[in-house]
DNA sequence: GTCTATAAAGCGATAGAC
DNA sequence: GTCTATCGCTTTATAGAC
């Protein structure tokens, strides 16, 4: 069938939705293929070096996402109870109750860490620098440690609410952390 | 090279560490038999069905091990503050101070959710019922959401400390929940 | 930029000798 | 219970026509 002109930033979300789905070495270069509507002449043109240079555009954009949506607004808040408030909104979205996995968290426990490790790490530390600032505004104590527990909080809470199939109990862990630390 | 005769029970230390590395779709059979040290022939008359009956049994194995050492000293505890205690301490030997995942936690992430949906859900609804035991005997309000929040402390810890490479940030949230719960 | 065809390797799984 | 050989299939990746 025909095919229209693709752009290679159409193909970000489709990519990222079949790796936060089948894992890394889960997904495979059929699936991906499926699910941007493109064949993989068209795929290995987009990405050269295949399904880790699929992997690493993904990561870096949610990175950007992050960046741009969340570790921004963190850092650069007049109001810090509010904005930390508002980074469990955000995320409760972004994750959809936890019925949707972070990436990130999910590279980390699979096979591909060592390959992805330094967009992991970087991605994390990124996170727990700019929580530590409304933190510290909000006059917690050690906010460091507790950007970390909270971080932490919420990838359990994912793997936790995936495990039991159970999406109240990511929004039961994001009212805790709201009434714990910023309420 | 003559091999002596294996028994079914051997092959699963060997087996879980190749899931727990590698994840599931990413583990082959060509590296469960090189961990097993034995040929496919061997390891698919002990798994007929195999590799998804040798990730069950690795499964169940491990859930023996969890009700055994973990689950059934927190139900029948006298202190349950000393056995929320020594839970924390078991399980920080246990994932090695988060060098070593949980595999329930990692297969909830991934796309063998599905099929080990049951075994998955099933271990963590037994340590949610069996830590809330110690909890409410410690007087602490909400002793099922508590056991909720800890779990997922855990499980999220694991994520964090893995993905950071650093696992005193998992000796350290052991730390804090026995501060904030059971000391 | 798109596609189809194809290559080479690895996959899970099986058969059958010992 | 162990092994080797092999099957059929899918994998990632490439080549080349359009």
Redesign the pocket.
Known sequence: ?A????D?SDTLEPLARVFREHGYEG??????CEAT??????L???Y?????EMAATVLAAWDGWFETNVFLPLRSAEDGKQAVGAMLDSLTETYRSGRRICIFGMLALGSARDEFASAISGYFEKWIDALEVPLEQAGVDDPRVVAQEIIASIQGAIVLARALDDAELFNNAMVRIRKQYVS
Chains 1, 2 share one sequence.
Do not use: C, E, N
């Open positions: 069938m095919r229209t002109v693709a290679k997904a495979s270069v059929s699936m991906l509507g493109l064949g993989k002449g068209s290995y043109h987009f050269p070096k295949g399904k880790a």
